[in-house]
């Protein structure tokens, strides 16, 4: 007679505890980490770029636009590396004017591979700011 009880017990424990753990992996998997302690590195034509070297490849892939605008400056484009090292989105944090915002985005684009960041040796959501700067020379 106890025993109906207990089974139905111990299964609705299991079915909850199921469920509260399903809700944990998708929390997990929603995170996006500013900081992680193995940083996304971007794949271009087989090479490997550590995040502080950045710049190079920006600085090498980086077009001045046909206007008469005299622009000078920074735009920062933040992106998020997604757990499969795609660019998930992207979105401007500091514009510039049009032309240069418009041609800083191209060079974001050309960003499709990473290797994921890492948290504990696991592959996460990271997002990173790229500071591209605008200067006449």
């Excluded at 753990?21 to 998708?26: M, N």
Aim: hydrophobic share 40%; net charge negative; glycine share 4%.
């Amino acid at each position: 007679m106890y025993l109906k009880p207990i089974a139905l017990f111990l299964l609705l424990f299991t079915v909850i505890t199921e469920a509260y753990s399903q809700t944990d992996l998708a929390l997990n998997d929603t995170i996006i980490y500013d900081s992680v302690d193995q940083n996304p590195i971007l794949i271009s034509d087989s090479k490997y770029i550590e995040l502080e070297n950045i710049q190079e490849f920006i600085n090498a892939n980086l077009i001045y636009p046909d206007t008469e605008l005299d622009c000078q400056g920074k735009v920062f484009i933040s992106i998020i590396i997604e757990k499969d090292g795609t660019v998930g989105f992207k979105k401007f944090d500091r514009h510039l004017c049009t032309p240069f915002d418009e041609k800083s985005m191209e060079v974001v684009d050309l960003m499709k591979r990473w290797i994921p960041g890492k948290m504990n040796g696991i592959s996460v959501r990271t997002r990173i700011k790229l500071p591209i700067t605008w200067r006449l020379e």
